[in-house]
């Protein structure tokens, strides 16, 4: 299934999402800022780090999957 996404969609997204919201702070670097505090423990803030941290995840997953797929051929 996810090799039926195309880059061309899943790296917008990524970068999207890495950056949302544009203003004052992204999201990810605060709640990565609040992890290394250890002030990282709302239910809402872990959920919106792995929100905006998803498409980065599947990007990942596909390029490894494509890297072995490539490798068996």
């Not at 990007?59 to 890297?67: F, M, R, S, Y």
Request: hydrophobic content about 55%; glycine content about 2%; charged content about 15%.
């Amino acid at each position: 299934m996810l090799d039926k996404i195309p880059y061309s969609i899943l790296i917008p997204i990524t970068v999207f999402m890495l950056l949302a919201p544009f203003r004052p702070m992204p999201h990810v670097i605060e709640k990565l800022i609040m992890l290394k505090q250890g002030t990282l423990s709302r239910p809402i803030d872990i959920f919106d780090l792995f929100y905006h941290l998803a498409p980065l995840i599947l990007l990942i997953v596909k390029i490894i999957l494509q890297v072995r797929a490539s490798g068996q051929a």
